[in-house]
């Protein structure tokens, strides 16, 4: 009597194989990769926090570069955050940890190319983020990592 036991076994294994890639090349990449769904409010709050790079910013032994230093907005009502440079000089708002909003994208000016070439913060020019997550980020200057600053985005309980 002969048998196919090892060539239905292969079969079946290259089978489940294939259907297991199928499933995560179609199914679980593009879901995981999916930007999520939210809230109206939460993509286009109605407040926005307001962050300013004062003038002489640059200069490393300057006490002041972000006001506020601290900037703390609630989520659905005031995440959106707007850096204006009123210094003389090109800054960035580039985030500490590489944050990447799954709605927003990267937390960094220099990867936002509608502001100048490079996505250095010309002087006058301002750079927005919208902020879709509850958490703390802190972020620098990239030419002048002593500019630091941090951006609390709290639940909003109202």
């Known amino acids: ?55 002489g910013a640059n200069v490393q032994n300057s006490v002041r570069n972000f006001e506020p230093k ?38 960094n000016s220099l990867d936002q190319q509608d502001n100048v070439p490079g996505g250095y913060l010309l002087p006058g020019k301002t750079f927005t983020f919208v902020f879709t997550q509850v958490g703390t980020y802190s972020y620098h200057c990239e030419p002048h990592p002593w500019m630091q600053g941090k951006v609390d985005i709290v639940p909003n309980f109202a």
């Not at 060539?7 to 089978?15: D, E, K, N, Q």
């Not at 959106?80 to 909003?101: A, C, F, G, K």
């Open 70 to 107: 601290d900037a703390r907005g609630s989520i659905g009502l005031s995440n959106r955050i707007l850096w204006t440079n009123s210094d003389s000089v090109p800054h960035t708002v580039t985030s500490d940890d590489h944050y990447v909003d799954k709605s927003s994208g990267s937390f």
């Open 1 to 55: 009597m002969v048998t196919n036991a090892a060539g239905i076994a292969m079969t079946a294994f290259i089978v489940s194989v294939a259907v297991s890639v199928g499933f995560y090349q179609f199914v679980y990449i593009p879901e995981a990769n999916a930007k999520p769904v939210l809230p109206p409010a939460v993509l286009n709050p109605t407040d926005t926090v307001k962050v300013t790079i004062v003038p």
